[in-house]
């Protein structure tokens, strides 16, 4: 593994932005600022939030309620232009708002101006949806009655989004929302306030109505409780932890609302004797390492079968060794830091874990110094590694993976459906029979052939 350090501003501006809250159109002081900091140098403030509170919840509700109704009644050419004005606007900023994406969350350059544009995809594509809300006309079965189906907004709607995504997540929510009349509170994570508010601020100038979306920026255990326990809320949107989200769901059936949950991932990768052994490898390497493996469809989990494993197992360790790690605008690097000292530290905490457990670890497994303070960890890769270890139980979320034996295919894919989690799998084979069965078996919601586990097209399910 190399370590690479730079000049964090990367020739960008890095004075700290302030970041005020959006609220019925106007921006708004909370009851403190928090700073926003670059992980791949602790030392530069990216952006200073306002704070939010209960209070901040509640005007952004009343906000949405008196919006919504005439949000509804436009017609969907005039939520499609605003839409698609958005979209062109994020595509034309992509540079720009991708240097600010990778100096707050700590993405590489190049992901997060691929993140970027994938916005700008998704607030291209719903404005198109906006055109194709469709009913249906169906034949009673009484004499002389019609029927007729049509789609109508929930309403009020809640959005709760993570910082490993702060541009894409957001847009994959607020877009559909806003494209078929709904109104929207929206509260970004901590970590990645700057780039929430850019995505709202694209919007608003897009022509977006005042009230239809707000921008309520806090800590979960205030703004985002506060959401939870508002009755008018018509319906959550929830991306994060499993414990959180649990929390979320359990609220949200005690006011008997609409609510959407994509928590976390476990995802199994698996490697059979007849894999292209380069692709099998770059597909780990990517599942596994790239945006520093804080994905939830991150592939954690490497189960290889017996006759390509000694080959894998030591192909994938030399190429995580050679993995270049530093400034995420650093071009040169290869991965960049986790996101804050909270994840690093859980990181480690696993890392441990896995160690005492008997994990047998190739490469990594500790800090990564560079010359700027940054959340810099090695990527790490564990082989040898069983399914009673908690590492193997539990997610990561960060670059860590393990490398679990199988002795055919059979016992692979048990292996593979061996968790609670259900997001992603994948296989690399060149087998049609084994990559059919495994698409028909793997208890996921989505299945890979030959591709990494993470990276899904923003216009399908």
């Known amino acids: 593994m190399t370590v690479l ?10 004075i700290a932005q302030s970041i005020p809250m959006i609220i019925g159109g106007q921006r708004q002081t909370g009851v403190r600022q928090e700073a926003s900091i670059n992980p791949s140098n602790t030392k530069e403030t990216v ?85 194709r809300n469709a009913g249906e006309i169906l034949q009673s079965v009484r004499p002389g009655i019609g029927v007729e189906v049509t789609y109508e907004p929930v309403g009020l709607v809640g959005i709760i989004a993570p910082w490993n995504f702060p541009i894409a997540i957001p847009a994959w929510k607020i877009a559909p929302a806003l494209a078929f009349g709904n109104a929207v509170v929206f509260k970004p994570a901590e970590l990645v306030p700057t780039m929430a508010w850019h995505l709202v601020d694209i919007l608003h100038r897009a022509g977006l109505p005042s009230g239809v979306l707000n921008l309520v920026i806090g800590p979960g255990s205030i703004v985002g409780n506060a959401m939870l326990e508002a009755p008018e809320l018509d319906a959550i949107s929830f991306t994060g932890s499993q414990a ?23 995802n199994p990768l698996v490697v059979l004797d007849d894999a292209d052994l380069d692709q099998a490898v770059e597909c780990a390497l990517d599942g596994a390492f790239y945006s520093t493996g804080q994905r939830c469809t991150a592939s954690s989990r490497l189960v290889v079968t017996e006759g390509i494993y000694s080959r894998f197992v030591e192909t994938l360790s030399s190429r995580v060794r050679a993995m270049r790690v530093g400034d995420a605008l650093d071009e040169r690097t290869d991965m960049g830091p ?11 905490r696993f890392i441990e874990g896995a160690r005492d457990q008997g994990g047998g670890l190739r490469t990594g497994g500790g800090l990564a110094h560079a010359s700027a303070d940054g959340f810099f960890l090695e990527p790490t890769l564990f082989a040898d590694t069983s399914m009673d270890m908690t590492i193997n139980r539990e997610e990561v979320f960060g670059p860590v993976a393990t490398v679990v034996r199988a002795r055919d295919y059979d016992e692979a894919l048990s292996i593979a459906n061996d968790t609670e989690f259900g997001l992603c799998a994948g296989i690399c084979t060149q087998s049609l029979k084994f990559a059919s069965d495994f698409r028909a078996k793997a208890q996921a919601g989505m299945v890979m052939v030959n591709l990494p586990t993470a990276g899904v097209d923003y216009h399908v399910p």
């Open 5 to 14: 350090s730079s000049n964090s501003n990367g020739g960008s501006n890095t």
């Open 47 to 131: 952006g200073l939030a306002e704070q939010g509170d209960a209070a901040s919840v509640r005007a952004a509700i009343r906000a949405v309620q008196d919006a919504q109704p005439d949000w509804a009644a436009n017609t969907p050419q005039v939520r499609h232009d605003i839409l698609l004005r958005a979209g062109q606007e994020i595509l034309a900023r992509r540079d720009e708002l991708g240097i600010l994406l990778a100096r707050e969350e700590g993405k590489l350059l190049r992901e997060a101006v691929g993140e970027v544009t994938r916005a700008g995809h998704i607030f291209q594509f719903f404005a198109g949806e906006c055109l």
């Open 244 to 266: 959180t989200g649990t929390r979320v769901a359990e609220a949200c059936a005690r006011h008997r609302r609409k609510v959407q949950l994509e928590m976390g991932g476990k």
């Open 338 to 348: 986790v996101a804050s000292q909270a994840q690093l530290e859980q990181c480690l």
